[in-house]
């Protein structure tokens, strides 16, 4: 099952504070979770997420993300995504978030994390700029939309 960008940035954003790691910017919390998308689709063949990222200046960008959190700029991100759910007595913030039964989205989270979590957002999104990346290969920063297979292409994660 995909799974809203919230629902994963906000596993992210979870994990990264049971580990204690407090570098979680909104360009850092991005590239985790294209790297996720990437490894799902290499090994299960099926996006993680049911959003696509665009090619942005600094590396691939899911635009509701980035409005979701470009308020904290350079600095760590101290919430969770949340939307606005529609109820009879008015609305609620509701905050999305991969279900505790789905142990291979965990496992993922947590991979990407031991593989990634140290590096700072500007070092991934150089990762992201490499020869022979989706973000490279297929166009660059001209906003356009990278697609599943383009990602499963990327050599470079």
């Known amino acids: 099952m995909a799974y809203s960008a919230f629902a994963v940035a906000n596993a992210f954003i979870r994990r990264a504070n ?3 790691i ?3 910017t909104p360009m850092k919390l991005q590239k985790l979770v ?7 689709l290499r090994v299960l ?3 993680l997420l049911d959003d696509h990222f665009a090619r942005w200046q600094h590396g691939p960008v899911i635009p509701a993300l980035y409005h979701e959190f470009k308020d904290y700029g350079y600095h760590p991100i101290e919430r969770m995504a949340t939307t606005l759910s529609r109820q009879w007595n008015g609305g609620a913030d509701n ?3 991969i279900p505790g039964h789905d142990v291979s989205s ?3 989270v947590d991979a990407i994390l031991d593989k990634y979590g140290h590096y700072d957002g500007v070092s991934l999104s150089a990762i992201t700029h ?3 990346s989706a973000w490279e ?8 939309v990278i697609t599943y297979e383009q990602l499963m292409q990327d050599q470079t994660i």
């Open 18 to 20: 049971e580990r204690g």
């Open 22 to 24: 407090r570098d979680l």
């Open 34 to 40: 294209f790297f996720a998308q990437a490894w799902h």
């Open 45 to 47: 063949g099926a996006p």
């Open 95 to 97: 905050v999305p978030m």
């Open 106 to 108: 965990w496992n993922l």
């Open 130 to 132: 490499q020869q022979g």
């Open 137 to 144: 290969r297929f166009g660059g920063p001209d906003g356009s």
